[in-house]
């Protein structure tokens, strides 16, 4: 199976047209004020409306507003939710779009809880636990918290970049990859050239591995 690549933070029009024509599935766009890589709506509608056809924009909220959300999708063409705070699935269902759960991982976390109250997500988003940040961290988390089986895809993120993605793949197979600082040369500014080198990598372990 292909792994598929999420990235995520991105806050300029050529960096997100970039990624998307080397091979990326997703971007990310970060509706989160605190974070370094949050969007406006004019940005988000200028990423959005430039990018080429079969990429999927992953909208990032953090215990937002029902308000401010369909405000943005009123606005904004997103086809994926991606909840990185508190949420209850209740919450997350009255978009009417497919949506995300982001998990940050501890020792005792319970996945096949999770999996069970989120069970009509897209996805669990699986990302290093930070008692400050919501994310975007660039910490990697254990790997041997994540279950050999889920009924739910896994998008794998937290302290990725291209020298660990093959054995993120290896190790976890995940669904998905989801990078963000590991691919920056400044947070919220995406390199091009370790977008690149992160998506071969990936693309090089799925050879490997099939």
Request: with cysteine; charged share 20%; net charge negative.
């Amino acid at each position: 199976m292909r792994t598929r690549v999420k990235i995520c933070g991105f806050t300029r029009v050529e960096e997100a047209v970039y990624a998307a024509h080397n091979g990326a599935d997703a971007i990310g766009l970060v509706f989160y004020p605190p974070s370094p890589r949050n969007v406006t709506l004019e940005q988000a509608i200028n990423i959005t409306h430039a990018l080429p056809a079969f990429t999927t924009v992953v909208a990032l909220f953090v215990d937002e507003s029902e308000a401010i959300i369909r405000e943005v999708l009123k606005h904004v063409p997103i086809d994926c939710l991606q909840f990185h705070g508190d949420e209850p699935a209740s919450a997350c269902r009255i978009y009417g779009k497919r949506y995300i759960k982001a998990i940050r991982m501890q020792a005792n976390t319970d996945i096949a809880q999770l999996t069970e109250h989120y069970h009509d997500a897209a996805g669990l988003l699986l990302d290093a636990y930070h008692a400050d940040a919501k994310g975007g961290t660039g910490h990697l988390f254990d790997w041997d918290l994540i279950p050999e089986q889920c009924a739910l895809p896994i998008i794998l993120a937290g302290g990725l970049d291209e020298t660990n993605a093959k054995q993120a793949i290896r190790t976890v197979r995940p669904y998905a990859l989801d990078v963000s600082s590991g691919v920056e040369s400044s947070r919220g500014i995406k390199d091009a050239s370790k977008v690149a080198a992160f998506i071969q990598q990936v693309n090089e372990s799925d050879r490997e591995i099939t």
